[in-house]
């Protein structure tokens, strides 16, 4: 059987993968949310401060603090790139 050149892991999140995720969310975010009968636009979205450093640091810091309880999962592709 042939491998493939895509090999995704699932693995639980990092506080270096925050940044990553945050990015994800924003683009999901974009497609899904505007609606113009609701009056909310891409703009509206994108003006959203998704890299605010205090979000990412507490973020990251639910992260370390909550590993035994919370859990986080992310795909990462053979490059350890959260995807």
């Known amino acids: 059987m042939e ?14 993968d925050v940044e990553a995720m945050r990015a994800i969310v924003k683009d ?10 609701a009056g ?4 509206d979205i994108s003006a959203i401060d998704w890299y605010n450093a205090e979000g990412i640091a507490r973020r990251k810091k639910e992260i370390v603090e909550n590993g035994d309880t919370i859990h986080v999962w ?5 490059k350890g790139e959260v995807i």
């Not at 999901?28 to 009968?37: I, K």
């Not at 992310?74 to 053979?78: A, C, L, M, P, Q």
């Open 40 to 43: 909310i636009t891409r703009g």
């Open 28 to 37: 999901w975010w974009l497609e899904l949310y505007p609606n113009e009968q």
């Open 3 to 16: 491998q493939s050149i895509f090999d995704p892991k699932i693995e639980e999140a990092k506080p270096e």
């Open 74 to 78: 992310v795909v990462k592709n053979e």
